[in-house]
């Protein structure tokens, strides 16, 4: 079974510009999970849909990042514009279903560095 | 905001000892999880443990959870080289069924 992948890998940006990350979650997978994690911290959940729809984003910061997830597939994540502190890994994660007992299984993630 | 935090921040050892982490958190949850997550495979998920449950094995594995204290343990015995990794534990709150908030991790060295 495939996993869930991610591109690109890696990026570098200069501050103010834009960036978008891509996430296929494996196949049947309802929910579907973005983080950021910076550098010595954990994994940090910044938003997370379930089919097409949010469920939650409390902590997407909503000036400047957005995620959509068209047709409950595969989804992006946009940065416009990027700050110095965006500099992080972003992780995709999907799980088989919703709930109190749905393992994740994460992408390889997308160091983003912000120049 | 942050749930759960692992103690200690890193953790070194001889192969073949045994590694305990812990992991302690603020208000009820639905279950816990410990992950890993090192350079070549990311982050993997290794054993979720449910609220009403006190103990879980898995392998060399061994989880506790103790609801009262509100914390959790991970125990990794007769360690290798290859399980030099951090280790995170991530707690599923009531609010959110499904939504995993992490703690900053423990990083782990087995030494050959």
């Known amino acids: 079974e495939a996993g869930v992948a991610q591109s690109p890998r890696y990026k570098i940006i200069e501050k103010r510009q834009s960036v978008a990350f891509w996430c296929n979650p494996i196949?049947?997978?309802?929910?579907l999970y973005w983080y950021q994690q910076i550098l010595g911290q954990g994994p940090k959940l910044l938003i997370q849909?379930?089919?097409?729809?949010?469920?939650?984003d409390s902590q997407l910061p909503k000036d400047r990042f957005s995620a959509e997830r068209l047709k409950g597939v595969d989804s992006t994540l946009k940065i416009q514009p990027a700050k110095l502190e965006d500099s992080a890994v972003y992780l995709c994660?999907?799980?088989?279903?919703?709930?109190?007992?749905?393992?994740?299984?994460f992408g390889p993630g997308t160091r983003l560095t912000v120049l | 905001s942050q749930q759960g935090e692992e103690d200690p921040q890193a953790l070194s050892i001889q192969e073949g000892e045994n590694a305990t982490m812990n992991c302690s958190y603020k208000?009820?949850?639905?279950?816990l999880q410990w992950y890993r997550q090192n350079s070549g495979r990311g982050l993997v998920h290794l054993i979720l443990?449910?609220?009403?449950?006190r103990e879980k094995h898995s392998g060399r594995l061994r989880v506790t959870l103790d609801t009262s204290k509100k914390s959790s343990s991970l125990l990794i015995t007769a360690s290798r080289a290859a399980d030099t990794a951090s280790y995170f534990c991530?707690?599923?709150?009531?609010?959110?069924?499904?939504?995993?908030?992490f703690g900053d991790g423990t990083t782990l060295t087995v030494k050959p």
């Open positions: 994660a999907s799980s088989l279903i919703s709930g109190i007992y749905g393992e994740q299984f």
């Open positions: 196949s049947g997978h309802a929910t």
């Open positions: 849909f379930q089919n097409n729809g949010v469920v939650d």
């Open positions: 208000t009820s949850i639905n279950n």
């Open positions: 443990i449910r609220s009403n449950e």
């Open positions: 991530a707690t599923d709150e009531g609010t959110n069924a499904g939504k995993s908030t």
